[in-house]
Every structure is written in structure tokens, then in C-alpha cells.
């Protein structure tokens, strides 16, 4: 195929325009013949038209054209009319073919050419054997838009629907997949909305296609029009409507798919650090951008979370002034910002480097603190898109937001799961937590003949402690006497607190001789350390009973029942020793 010549693209129906150099912004330009009644489509600006005109006068002469159809008015489709005219003659009788909304402003051209106004003519054209059909395409791209349908060769001159952006010349689209990756930047810039877009494919869809010649980008042969067709009907157009700063469109076409997908994680309720890789991943394509960490309140509004794309770990800080300056912070940072220089808040959270940073909100407007986008200090870019980034804001608040709302209710179920399983006031283990797990270690020793000990210690004369200073200091004692049994058992170790003055610890994988030695430990422990309470010097001791799974018992119950008795052994026969 060589472009310098016509191309024949049906029958009668030839494509005449020319390739501009270093555009990727080509415009096509379409000549059907038809006899004295031939007619050109869109003829295209003054840069093109010499070569337009020579391409059409080795196929038909000047004269024989009579319809010039101008899809719009805008100087690529019509700055040539005036000179093709005048090449034509003004011996007969010739029609611009228009919407009544470009002709508004074609006439101001005064060209000496008559109009044959699409909607008074009932959408259509018959000339000779042609029969063209106009669909009406409106706001795509203004609000006279429409596309011309050739019913004989089933050909739609479809103007800017279909158009793309080619980096390098091609007049016939390669693959569906290849054009519409060009085609799809052209669409979301250029058309309003996918409302006006899918209204008017509906309306092109009527029609059997063979082909699409567009007045931008590529012809697209048959087999690519229905895919290219069902991917165009996904498209958010209207890009302009978020992005106003920016010139590069093919840029701002990615920038749009990444917050689209961001959006659609983000439905899916997938993780925090999922957004934050997609939006990392994608946005070093255009920025040096290091890291992001986020910095909320927790829901009781007492803590820092903070979120990294670092490590998936959330940390928490419990820093009272880090959190009245983070709170204090949304009197300054109400919008995204760029610092070059850390604020007071940057410093405190550490952050030394240039930031994008901007506060984070929920749906109401309510702060919850702060997010901080950083950058490579090495390869910043002054330059950087500030409205690009602020397009993030949205959703790598509700990610946040989200893994903040998880994460806070995992940590209640895990508080609420303690609080259940533990005893309030020595922070032990409770019997309901003794009666699940022991039974589960005592089965376990059973199964693979491994030893297993039980401690039943109990505080001796303990009422006269409570008699003599009060429950408030035998509450105290009891606290410090846990706190001595935690300091010296190991971390398998299961302590509990059975009731009242009595704690049981199960020793899983110890013997009884092992059992005993702790016992002692521990016994002397309390022994030779007096609990100091408000100056007064309290001295404790213990009784303590050992069994093991050498006493063969036949369930963990009658273990403790074992251990238990012993105690009362240890009591009963002076107190303040271990009996096993």
C-alpha cells in the first residue's frame, strides 16, 4: 500500500488525506465516487490540501464534486473549504452537508456554497445509486456532532468517534486490542461522558458495519469494529473534569485506569497494603515516589496507628503529644500539599524528605490525621503534578480509613477474647480458660507419654492479711504474689488463678522432681522478699501441693484434685512448704 497515493478502502470509496509528519494527531480525509455527484468527506485543513487535491484529481475531476460533507467546524475538517471551492468553480451548484449547529458558525465563512441541513432532509442523501445515512452523534465532540453512513458499501465516517492517537503513522489499525489502548486516551479526553458515548454507539449499532473510517487515527477493518465496540462502552470519559493542569493526555488516560483500579480494590475490600503497592507500582512510572505512611487516630481516639507500605505491620503509638499535634495539625493541612521543608508534625513523625502530604478524611469531612506521599530526595522532581497526586487522596483515605476500622475491631475481638480468659485483677488465667486448655495438655502428656506437673499454691493466713490492712492491700498482695509466679516460670507454663488466695500452675513436659525444684524456688522467693505496701512490710508465704502424671490420674480434674489435697498437707502440717 503506498499512502502517497489513494487508497481504495470499498467500493467507490477511496481515503485521500495525506500524513503529516510528527502528528499523531492525523486527519483523515474520505472521497466516494459517484459520477457529477461526487462527495468528499471532511476535506481537511490548508496543510494537507495539496496533496488532498492531487490524490482526488487522479480519481475524479474538482467539478464533479457536488456535496462537501463537514462532520464539524473546526479548521482540521473545513480550513480548506474556502481554497476547494474556488479550485472547483462557481459554474454549478454545489451543498455543504452539516448539523445546523456547525453551520451557526460555517456561515460566517460567507462561502459561496448552499447548505443541505441534515436534520431537513430526514438524516439522509440519496445521489445516484448512493444512498448515506447521518446518525446523529450529540456533545461527541460538540453538540451538532454526527457520522455518515454509506448504506452501499456499509462504510461509517464516523469523524471524531473511533479517532485515536497514532505516535507513528498508521492508517489501518493493526490489532483490536492494540487500537484501542490509542483510541482510549483520544475518547476520554475529548468526549463529555460514557452516557453521551454509549447513547450514540447504541444509535451506531443499528447499522452493519464492514468498516470505520474515522477522521483521526486508524481505519478499522471489520473484524476489529465489535470488540473495539463492547471495550469502548467501559470508558470514563469526561477526563478533563478531573484533570485540568495537565496537557498529556495519553499520561492523564493511565493516571485515570490506576485510579480506576484503585477504586475497584478498594470495593473488594482487599487490603491496605494492596492499594498502596497498586498505587506505588503505577505512579513510579512517573515519580521518583519512595514510600507512603499514614498516621490515624484509633476509634477511641487515644492512639496513633500508623501504616507503611514499608511492612504490612500496623504499629501503635501511644504518644499523648504526637497526638495533640496530629489533631492540631488539621488547622494547617485542610488540603494536599507539597513540603520541601518538614513542618513541626513531619518532624515529629520523621519525616525529613520532600512529601506530598495531605490530610486524611472520611466521606463527611471528618479528620482523622495525616498521610504522608514521600519522595526520593536524590531524584525529586520540582516539577511534580500536584493535581495528579491529589486525585489519590480519596482513595488512600478510604483504604485507610478501611484497614483502620479492621484492624481496630480485630484488636477489640483480641481484648474482649483476653478479658474473657483472664483474671481482671492478677492478670492470670481464669478456671474457664483451665478447663479448656489443661484438658487439651493433659490429653496431649496421655497421648505421647510425656510428664506433666501441677502446682496448687495457696498464700497462708490470708484472711488475717485482709482482716488487718483491708481488701484494698490484700488485693495488692494478691497482684504481687502473681507477678512473683510469672517472673519465675517459663513461657509454656500455664499460671491461673483457681480462687480467692489459690493459683494453680500447670508445668507441661516437667516431672515431678522438676516440679518440686520450682515449688522451692518460688516458695523462698516469696519467702525472703516482704511485699511493701504504703510503707508497711508484709510478709507472705506459701503451702504448696505437686502432682504429676506420675500419680497416674485418669483425667486432668482428678490431677488437680491430687495437687490440691497435697496443699492442704502442706497446710495442715505447718504451712509455708511444698508437699508432693
Not at 456499509?154 to 473511533?162: E, G
Not at 498482695?477 to 489459690?502: F, S, T
Amino acid at each position: 500500500m503506498d499512502i502517497k497515493e489513494p487508497v481504495e478502502l470499498a467500493e467507490d470509496v477511496y481515503w485521500v488525506g495525506a500524513n503529516i509528519p510528527d502528528d499523531q494527531f492525523q486527519c483523515h480525509v474520505y472521497l466516494i465516487k459517484n459520477g457529477e455527484e461526487s462527495i468528499i468527506i471532511d476535506p481537511g485543513s490548508r496543510i494537507t490540501y495539496d496533496i488532498t487535491k492531487r490524490k482526488i484529481e487522479q480519481l475524479i475531476d474538482l467539478k464533479d464534486i457536488k456535496y462537501i460533507v463537514c462532520h464539524h467546524q473546526d479548521p482540521d475538517i473545513v480550513g480548506c473549504v474556502d481554497q476547494l471551492l474556488s479550485d472547483m468553480g462557481n459554474d454549478r451548484e454545489r451543498f455543504l452537508i452539516t448539523h445546523w449547529r456547525a453551520w451557526a458558525l460555517l456561515k460566517h465563512c460567507n462561502w459561496d456554497v448552499k447548505l443541505y441541513e441534515i436534520e431537513k432532509n430526514g438524516w439522509r442523501l440519496k445521489t445516484g445509486d448512493r444512498l448515506l445515512r447521518f446518525i446523529f452523534t450529540p456533545y461527541l465532540h460538540f453538540p451538532g456532532a454526527f457520522c455518515t453512513y454509506d448504506c452501499k458499501t456499509k462504510t461509517l465516517f464516523s469523524s471524531d468517534i473511533f479517532g485515536g492517537f497514532t505516535p507513528e503513522f498508521e492508517l489501518f489499525a493493526k490489532s483490536a486490542d492494540d487500537y484501542f489502548e490509542k483510541l482510549k486516551p483520544f475518547h476520554e479526553h475529548y468526549m463529555p461522558n460514557n452516557a453521551f458515548l454509549t447513547h450514540s454507539l447504541d444509535s451506531i449499532e443499528n447499522y452493519e458495519l464492514n468498516l470505520i473510517a474515522p477522521q483521526h487515527g486508524s481505519i478499522i477493518k471489520k473484524e476489529f469494529i465489535k470488540p473495539i465496540l463492547e471495550k469502548m462502552r467501559a470508558l470514563r470519559c469526561g477526563l478533563f473534569e478531573r484533570f485540568t493542569n495537565t496537557r498529556d493526555v495519553i499520561k492523564l488516560s493511565k493516571l485515570n485506569d490506576i485510579l480506576e483500579n484503585i477504586i475497584k480494590i478498594i470495593a473488594f475490600q482487599e487490603k491496605f497494603y494492596m492499594v498502596i503497592d497498586k498505587f506505588l507500582d503505577n505512579l513510579r512510572q512517573f515519580y521518583k515516589v519512595d514510600s507512603v505512611r499514614a498516621y490515624v487516630m484509633d476509634v477511641e481516639e487515644t492512639k496513633i496507628l500508623e501504616f507503611n507500605s514499608d511492612n504490612t505491620t500496623v504499629n501503635i503509638i501511644d504518644d499523648k503529644n504526637k497526638l495533640k499535634q496530629m489533631i492540631d495539625a488539621s488547622c494547617y493541612i485542610k488540603n494536599g500539599a507539597m513540603f520541601f521543608k518538614p513542618s513541626q508534625l513531619h518532624t515529629i513523625f520523621g519525616v525529613h524528605e520532600p512529601s506530598y502530604t495531605f490530610p486524611i478524611k472520611d466521606q463527611n469531612g471528618k479528620y482523622y490525621g495525616v498521610c504522608f506521599v514521600i519522595f526520593k530526595p536524590d531524584e525529586f522532581d520540582v516539577y511534580v503534578d500536584l493535581e495528579v497526586l491529589s486525585k489519590f487522596e480519596v482513595p488512600i483515605s478510604m483504604a485507610v480509613l478501611s484497614e483502620r476500622k479492621e484492624f481496630c475491631t480485630r484488636n477489640k475481638i483480641l481484648k474482649l477474647h483476653e478479658e474473657s480468659v483472664r483474671d481482671p485483677l492478677t492478670g492470670l488465667f481464669n478456671r474457664r480458660y483451665m478447663n479448656i486448655l489443661a484438658e487439651l495438655e493433659f490429653r496431649k502428656s496421655k497421648r505421647y507419654s510425656q510428664p506433666m506437673s501441677v502446682l496448687m499454691i495457696d498464700i497462708d493466713h490470708f484472711k488475717m492479711i485482709n482482716d488487718r490492712y483491708g481488701h484494698k492491700v490484700g488485693d495488692r498482695v494478691l497482684k504481687m504474689v502473681a507477678q512473683q509466679i510469672k517472673n519465675l516460670i517459663r513461657g509454656a507454663d500455664i499460671p491461673i488463678r483457681y480462687g480467692g488466695e489459690e493459683f494453680v500452675v500447670i508445668l507441661p513436659n516437667t516431672t515431678k522432681e522438676n516440679a518440686f525444684k520450682l515449688a522451692e524456688r518460688l516458695r523462698k522467693t516469696v519467702e525472703t522478699n516482704p511485699i511493701e505496701i504504703d510503707g508497711i512490710k508484709i510478709h507472705c508465704t506459701l503451702s504448696i501441693g505437686i502432682s504429676s502424671m506420675e500419680d497416674n490420674p485418669l483425667t486432668f480434674e482428678e490431677l488437680v484434685n491430687i495437687a490440691d489435697k497435697r496443699m492442704y498437707a502442706a497446710k495442715q502440717t505447718g504451712r509455708n512448704r511444698t508437699s508432693f
